[in-house]
């Protein structure tokens, strides 16, 4: 099969790797669908994280080609949403309600794994982490959506939760990219009243739009701050979504939280220190993480089935494999809020 590989900063190629088959009676091999770009592999490809050369991509959505003995829930043939992590469904983490932090779980995409950005892919424990999507025949718009359902909706959806987001209060959201409109879609979904985004990209202001946003703040830093406590008379919002991981964006989100608000944070952090003395005085609480997608999964799934939200809307480039480097070019330079791998059918 054809995969995208990671050969080090700048350098994203596809190349051939070996079909993979089913190893262990709990896999699955699932014929990827859609795959896409990640915020996160935009680390990776400027060289400021770290990730193992070799498979990259960790969202995907495909068909079911084979299954092990050992899988019950699904057989060949089903479309499936394979959350970013996969998970065994039986450790404590898992159990409790952490799939993310599954002791037996990994990255598609990591470590020598199948990603995403390739052909296929070889899903361990399939039947506690790919998700079975009802029906069939959805349009492209649907598989899209089902496609933002396997990290950055439910990653979007976990800075709302922990954050404490609630009908009727006034939140901010910082940051504009993919995980960032997500988060304004989540606080809209929750009942925000008021939802405050930080943009200054034309594009993703109209997203943030659409998603539910009632007022756009195109500032940052300080100035930022600034203008989030004049729209809220002072006080500040009510719960605050931080999307981005760097330092700035995490002083912006807590000098924009009022006070006994929380920061929801699910940015991957570079440079951050966070203000302990600010949490402790103004009793400002800080949650977050690796979002739990596969627990999210199957709360948001059938919004998307009906068309009461629509995630894939994020998806504003498109290319298919061997346009795959484009993709995160196009990324990189903020051509594109998310980039969309058309791979099979």
């Known amino acids: 099969m054809r995969a995208t590989l990671y050969g ?34 935009m680390w990776y490809y400027r060289g400021l994280s770290p990730h193992a050369l070799g498979p990259i991509g960790h969202e995907f959505i ?23 992590l996969w998970c065994c469904g039986r450790c404590r983490p898992c159990r409790t309600g952490w799939p993310s932090n599954c002791v037996n779980g990994g990255s ?9 950005q390739g052909e296929a892919v070889r899903s361990p424990y399939a039947d506690a982490t790919l998700v079975k999507v009802p029906g069939t025949g959805h349009d492209d718009a649907t ?28 939140v901010a959201v910082v940051g504009d990219g993919a995980v960032g409109l997500s988060a304004v879609l989540a606080a809209h979904r929750l009942g925000a009243e008021r939802i405050i985004a930080l943009s200054r990209n034309p594009a993703r202001k109209l997203v943030a739009r659409e998603f539910g946003a009632t007022d756009i703040v195109p500032e940052r830093g300080e100035e930022a701050v600034t203008r ?58 800080f949650s977050g993480g690796v979002a739990p997608a596969r627990r999210y999964i199957p709360e948001l799934l059938p919004d998307v089935l009906s068309g009461a939200i629509d995630p894939g809307r994020v998806f504003d480039y498109e290319t298919d ?25």
Do not use: W
């Open 228 to 285: 989030v406590l004049d729209l809220t008379d002072g006080y500040g919002a009510d719960a605050v979504m931080e999307c981005v991981g760097t330092g700035q964006s995490m002083d912006t989100a807590f000098g924009s939280a009022a006070v006994g608000a929380t920061v929801g944070a699910v940015g991957v952090p570079h440079d951050v220190t966070l203000p302990v003395s600010t949490m402790i005085f103004r009793n400002i609480g």
């Open 143 to 170: 598989l899209k959506s089902l496609l933002a359902l396997s990290d950055v909706a439910c990653t979007g959806h976990h800075a709302a939760v922990s954050a404490g987001v609630r009908e009727g209060q006034t």
């Open 62 to 84: 495909g068909v079911v080609e084979a299954v092990g003995d050992d899988v019950r829930g699904l057989a060949a043939g089903d479309l499936v949403i394979a959350p970013f």
């Open 108 to 116: 598609f995409g990591n470590n020598g794994h199948d990603g995403g």
């Open 8 to 41: 080090g900063a700048y350098d994203i190629t596809v190349a051939e790797r070996p079909d993979p088959t089913v190893e262990q009676p709990t896999d699955a091999v699932v014929r990827v669908v859609l795959g896409c770009v990640c915020g996160s592999d």
């Open 321 to 345: 494999l061997d346009g795959v480097l484009d993709a995160y070019q196009a990324m990189d330079e903020r051509r594109a809020i998310k980039s969309l791998v058309r791979i099979g059918h």
